[in-house]
């Protein structure tokens, strides 16, 4: 627990950070929403002509006209690039740190195991996470609530769970490179999230590339998909949590066996 | 009992050579110096036995436990005081305290306190604000806080203080005397000959030499200091020699009667033969290729 607290304490600016960032982004989005919906005709039309940057987006799939369209277009961008980044750069830079800052000494001299500094640290990051989502989801439904539409529960909750899955993926992965790497955390993971990111809109616009979907996690984050069908792509979530858990492993496979230089 | 015995102890870093077949034997509450100059691999010697580098050959044990397999055991009755302590930024010194006594999951804030006021440490700055010395006092807190039943320190004076260097070893006898092992890594050599009972001198990842201080410094070299004029150039067995205003001295471990010789046939005005200090000793086994003297 003290190991996890400390993590916790330590990420704390960065966590309110992006946290008030994402939320405040979110929010300001739902409440242009009452004015954008009078001018959807106009709008609807310019989409229209943007070729395949629309159906990059997802947008040739969804009515921007009303809530749940415009929230899955705009959640898909916000949440989607914003919680990606937190969840990477948190993981990234989770073991990576003690060694760049040179504490890794301090810490792996007191009688805890690196098994268990793994779990701490992997704890710390989830912790963050999750925290970040409820906070967002918060923000959604009580903005949602402010400017008079009815909260569309079902799939907001589909969209954020989504999110939340593909973060906590994207985090798995950033932590087991975390463990091998000693510096150079940042670009490491921002660079990942912006790859998976990428592959995905290149996905939606190649047919040739479609396969792509099943390596990115953004394959099913895609809130056209979500919007349409009403569920969440059940095998392409149990790639991710398999990337996932093989990030993981990783961690523990190459930390506890490190030179600590 | 034994504190520390390591066994063929080797550590390779790919090629490069950490320490080779390393054989090293410290005995519970043993004030003990390490001795070796910089690359020699002091540091690799205790991280290894700190579990920090796995090593590549050879095994250790301390306090009778398995440095791989017992490591965390190990950690838990060892305090460590590494050559430059880095902490994480923006805590407090009262914080890194506490942080390093909840990860050994113990209260030390009393014998925190009470090391901080001998040492003159601040509980409340920011360890990111200290001076490089401020934040060694730090270090030395941390590592004796919980009242180790070993203490291995790497290089443990360097930004101290003369003044602060001396309330450090007194502290460090103190604890000696109620039993705790102190094993202390330096290339001061005047340091160890001052507080150690025992040292071993390492040279390129072996230990060359490992006896009492007062041993070691009975060597068969001699510090010997001629004023006047004399041809030493026939002379076997003289290293680290100075010359200045007609006075030579070198440490002399050749033959007694052909420095003698020489000495006769040369104009001495004066003379002075005495035993050298661990410092010239140290030279000496360096010079030597590890050669016992």
């Not at chain 1, 990942?192 to 479609?210: D, H, M, R």
């Not at chain 2, 080797?10 to 690359?39: M, S």
């Not at chain 2, 039993?179 to 001061?188: A, E, M, N, P, Y």
Request: hydrophobic letters at 45%; aromatic letters at 8%; glycine letters at 10%.
């Amino acid at each position: 627990m003290t190991l996890i607290r400390h993590e916790l304490k330590r990420g704390r600016i960065s966590f309110l950070i992006w946290t008030a960032a994402v939320g405040a982004m979110l929010a300001v989005c739902i409440f242009l929403f009452p004015e954008m919906k009078g001018e959807m005709e106009g709008i609807g039309s310019v989409f229209a002509s943007m070729g395949s940057f629309t159906a990059a987006f997802g947008m040739d799939r969804l009515d921007f006209g009303s809530l749940t369209g415009y929230y899955a277009v705009e959640c898909g961008n916000v949440l989607g690039l914003g919680g990606a980044f937190f969840a990477a750069l948190c993981a990234v830079s989770s073991l990576s740190t003690e060694e760049k800052e040179r504490t890794a000494e301090f810490l792996l001299t007191h009688p805890v195991s690196r098994a268990r500094v793994v779990t701490g640290k992997l704890a710390a990051v989830l912790l963050q996470v999750t925290a970040m989502n409820l906070i967002i989801c918060g923000i959604v439904i009580g903005s949602v609530t402010a400017i008079g539409e009815p909260v569309p529960w079902k799939l907001i909750w589909l969209l954020h769970l989504a999110y939340f899955l593909m973060q906590v993926e994207i985090a798995c992965i950033c932590f087991g490179i975390s463990a091998a790497i000693r510096k150079g955390s940042v670009g490491i993971g921002l660079g990942i999230a912006l790859v998976l990111y990428f592959l995905n809109l290149i996905a939606n616009i190649a047919e040739a590339a479609k396969p792509l979907k099943y390596i990115t996690p953004y394959g099913y984050c895609d809130a056209a998909d979500i919007v349409v069908s009403g569920t969440l792509d059940g095998p392409g979530i149990a790639v991710g949590m398999a990337l996932a858990a093989a990030g993981v492993a990783a961690a523990y496979l190459h930390y506890t066996r490190k030179d600590i230089r | 009992m034994e504190a520390i015995r390591t066994e063929r102890l080797t550590k390779y870093y790919g090629k490069a050579r950490g320490i080779d077949g390393l054989d090293l034997t410290v005995e519970a509450g043993e004030f003990f110096g390490f001795i070796g100059p910089n690359g020699a691999g002091k540091s690799t010697t205790i991280r290894t036995l700190l579990g920090l580098i796995s090593p590549t050959g050879g095994g250790a044990k301390v306090l009778g436990m398995d440095i791989v397999r017992q490591k965390t055991e190990i950690l838990r009755r060892v305090g460590y005081l590494p050559s430059e302590a880095a902490f994480y930024p923006k805590m407090r010194v009262r914080d890194v305290l506490k942080l390093s006594a909840g990860l050994r999951q113990r209260d030390c804030s009393a014998e925190a306190r009470r090391l901080c006021e001998r040492l003159a440490l601040d509980p409340s700055r920011r360890v990111d604000e200290l001076s490089f010395g401020n934040r060694k006092k730090a270090a030395i807190v941390c590592a004796l806080q919980h009242e180790p039943e070993l203490l291995i320190l790497d290089e443990p004076t360097g930004g101290l203080d003369p003044l602060m260097q001396r309330e450090f070893f007194d502290i460090l006898r103190e604890r000696n005397e109620v039993g705790t092992t102190v094993f202390l890594s330096s290339h001061i050599l005047s340091e160890v000959q001052r507080h150690c009972t025992r040292a071993a001198i390492i040279r390129e990842g072996r230990i060359i030499a490992c006896d009492s201080v007062e041993a070691l410094s009975r060597t068969s070299a001699r510090r010997v200091t001629v004023h006047g004029s004399v041809d030493l150039s026939s002379l076997d067995g003289i290293r680290d020699r100075t010359e200045a205003d007609r006075t030579v001295s070198f440490l002399y471990s050749g033959e007694m009667g052909a420095l003698l010789q020489v000495l006769a046939d040369g104009q001495v005005s004066d003379l002075s033969v005495s035993e050298p200090d661990l410092e010239e000793i140290f030279l000496h086994y360096y010079g030597k290729g590890g050669e016992q003297a």
